[in-house]
């Protein structure tokens, strides 16, 4: 019997509610498969240790998730704490010790969701974004002096490497590469940003030649919002900087139905450390502890993480379970318009997942 060990870690507003929904989602999967077990152990970690203890996470915190196989993910933002307190507390300090560089964010149209383009019936969009997730807009160089005062100077330094552009732009082609359609668009900036995004677009060149079989093209992150309403059809694989990636796959997610259903995974993709998967969505506050979060993204994420943990058989089962649930518009919750609550969707996932005769 293969084991795994899975840190659960809820986080801040809506973040326990739908991890906990997933982790109930991840166990009915380990028992409907027989093959394998999960030995799932829960963080307090977030916004309440910061109010006790005045951190986000204890300082070995990062060391003490290396032993786990994965991590599941809620959310992370309270409305009395700094977001860039919250945020750069726990989740970027987990994402960049454990050098989660790839943040992969697969969007396409459920079945019985409806997508706010009025031209897309469901297999137009289906599209994976990759973000850079260790560097770039996020690298947190910079500094602030003079606060308050008129002189003050604030800066934000977009950090990009050569090894850190040449390995996100890799892993991008060979996930077009593993896709049928082998298509990969990278986005860029390089013509206001004439220094480290003309390297991102030079480098991605040169990664191109290793994948004759991937078509690609280049496209400005402006014209690519256009595109991605305009022209949906016509984009596959996504990748682009930390900072791009991390608006661009907001708008994929609103125009796929709901942010309530849109997953990630931050990958380790040499798996020295274990990787991280979570909902797109943040803490929610205007509905947490209403118990009509709509737990799908963290389901779609807990399959993605079956995924990685090379259980293909039931992440491909739970799929199918969430897909079967969200095709019956009584269970949607408000986010799509319907009156279900977290619980009952979860429950018709794991009683989809109890029934599947596959
Ligand atoms: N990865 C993260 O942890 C993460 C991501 C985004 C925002 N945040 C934080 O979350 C807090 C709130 O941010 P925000 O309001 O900009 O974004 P948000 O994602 O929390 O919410 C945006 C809107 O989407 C709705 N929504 C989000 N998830 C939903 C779900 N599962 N079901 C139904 N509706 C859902 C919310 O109700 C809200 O109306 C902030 O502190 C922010 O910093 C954290």
């Known amino acids: 019997m293969r084991s795994y060990k899975i840190a659960a870690m809820g986080g801040d507003g809506i973040g326990p509610e739908v991890v906990e929904a997933g982790v109930q989602v991840l166990k009915t999967c380990a028992e ?13 970690w977030g916004s309440d240790y910061y109010r006790t203890h005045g951190v986000m996470m204890p300082a070995d915190g990062a060391e003490q998730l290396r032993q786990f196989d994965a991590i599941l993910f809620g959310a992370v933002g309270a409305p009395d704490i700094p977001d860039h307190i919250t945020l750069w507390g726990l989740r970027l300090s987990i994402c960049q010790p454990l050098d989660q560089y790839a943040n992969v964010r697969p969007t396409r149209i459920l079945p019985g969701i409806t997508s ?11 599209w994976v974004i990759v973000r850079e ?52 668009t990278v986005v860029t900036k390089s013509n206001a940003q004439r220094h480290a995004m003309v390297m991102w677009d030079e480098i991605a060149a040169e990664v ?51 942010l309530g259903i849109a997953p990630t995974a931050n990958i380790n993709p040499e798996r020295d450390a274990p990787s991280m998967f979570e909902p797109i969505h943040g803490s929610a506050f205007d509905i947490t502890g ?16 079956l995924e990685h943990l090379g259980e293909k058989p039931a992440a491909d089962r739970l ?30 996932v794991c009683e989809a997942l109890r029934r599947a005769n596959d």
């Open 116 to 126: 706010p383009l009025r031209h897309v019936s469901g297999p137009e969009l289906d």
């Open 208 to 258: 191109a030649q290793e994948f004759p079989d991937v078509t690609w093209d280049k496209m400005l992150v402006d014209a690519m919002t256009m595109r991605m309403v305009m022209k949906p059809q016509t984009l596959d694989t996504i990748v682009a900087t930390n900072l791009h990636a991390d608006i661009l796959s907001d708008l994929a997610a609103a125009l796929a139905g709901s």
């Open 133 to 184: 997730n260790s560097e770039g807009e996020y690298s947190g160089v910079g500094g602030r002096v003079h606060k308050g005062l008129p002189i003050e100077v604030a800066q934000d330094v977009s950090v990009m490497t050569r090894a850190g552009v040449q390995r996100i732009i890799r892993y991008a082609f060979r996930l077009a590469q593993s896709r049928p359609r082998k298509l990969l």
């Open 319 to 348: 799929m199918r379970a969430v897909e079967r649930v969200t095709a019956d518009p009584a269970l949607h919750t408000p986010d799509l318009g319907g009156k279900a609550t977290t619980r009952q969707v979860t429950d018709a």
């Open 32 to 44: 409907r498969d027989g093959g394998f077990t999960l030995d799932v152990q829960d963080f307090d």
């Open 290 to 305: 209403k118990g009509i979060a709509n737990p799908v993204a963290t389901f779609w994420t807990a399959a993605m993480m």
